[in-house]
């Protein structure tokens, strides 16, 4: 089971730390994954701090669909023609940093089930 370490999300978010930057706009950010696992690995995150997709409430409707518009907005910019939209949910599920982002990946045939 991965351990979920320090939202260094944030960081990012303030600058304190260096991503490539994809995507952003009002609510999300997006940047390329430190350790890819497909020729194209991006995560969205919103802005705003939310532990894990569990905690999300209705009040996040609508960061919810912007993250996913960001996604295919992303997609399209990469140029992928199918890609794989994942959101890991608490350290059993494989998510290790502690603020929800949606990965995007393309780039590669994938299989399923995942692992
Ligand atoms: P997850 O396992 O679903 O929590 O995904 C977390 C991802 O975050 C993982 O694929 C590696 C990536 N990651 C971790 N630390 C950093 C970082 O400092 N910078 C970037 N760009 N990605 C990171």
Not at 18 to 23: D, G, K, L, Q, R
Not at 46 to 70: F, S, W, Y
Not at 88 to 106: F, I
């Amino acid at each position: 089971m991965a351990m979920m370490e320090k939202n260094i999300f944030l960081d990012i978010v303030e600058g304190k730390i260096p991503a490539e930057i994809v995507y952003q706009d009002d609510h999300c950010l997006a940047f390329r994954d430190i350790s890819p696992k497909a020729p194209t690995h991006i995560l969205v995150i919103p802005l705003k701090e939310i532990r894990t997709h569990a905690d999300v409430t209705e009040e996040d409707c609508e960061l919810l669909g912007r993250m996913q518009l960001a996604a295919a907005k992303i997609a399209k910019q990469e140029g992928l023609d199918g890609y794989r939209l994942i959101i890991n949910c608490e350290e059993s599920a494989g998510q290790t940093v502690p603020h929800l982002h949606l990965h995007v990946m393309g780039g590669r045939d994938f299989t399923w089930p995942p692992g």
